[in-house]
């Protein structure tokens, strides 16, 4: 079956980095796109970035935009997401999902997504 597995979450200070990935199996991962997701309490679940089957294309959400990259490496079936000057304000649980939508063109509803991992949790601290 397929599976999706988050890791590199944590805790981290305001201003720093954490890079996390996610590990797919049971599926023919370099046709798939990919996307990240996060959720925090009480919020609903919101796009943050996505790419395209080979990573040449990306997409990011405003609120993200120039301190998030999205990378893949289709050789290892993991797709990352490194992130940069961290604020409060991204504290969640990051999920990836794939999305055969979004295989040339990323997507960034979670409806165009098929198959989601468990997430991992991000705290940032002041």
């Known amino acids: 079956q397929v599976q999706l597995v988050e890791s590199g979450g944590g805790l981290v200070q305001a201003g720093g980095s954490l890079r996390l990935s996610c590990a797919a199996s049971g599926l023919a991962f370099s046709i798939y796109g990919m996307g990240w997701f996060r959720q925090a309490p009480g919020k609903e679940r919101e796009f943050v970035a996505a790419?395209?089957?080979?990573?040449?294309?990306?997409f990011y959400a405003d609120s993200v935009k120039g301190r998030v990259t999205v990378s893949r490496d289709n050789a290892k079936n993991t797709v990352y997401l490194q992130m940069n000057s961290l604020k409060l304000e991204d504290t969640a649980v990051y999920y990836c999902?794939?999305?055969?939508?979004?295989?040339?063109?990323?997507?960034?509803?979670?409806?165009?997504?098929?198959?989601w991992g468990q997430g991992t949790q991000v705290t940032v601290s002041s």
């Open positions: 999902a794939t999305s055969w939508q979004g295989r040339t063109t990323p997507r960034t509803h979670p409806s165009e997504y098929e198959y």
């Open positions: 790419l395209s089957w080979n990573g040449g294309s990306t």
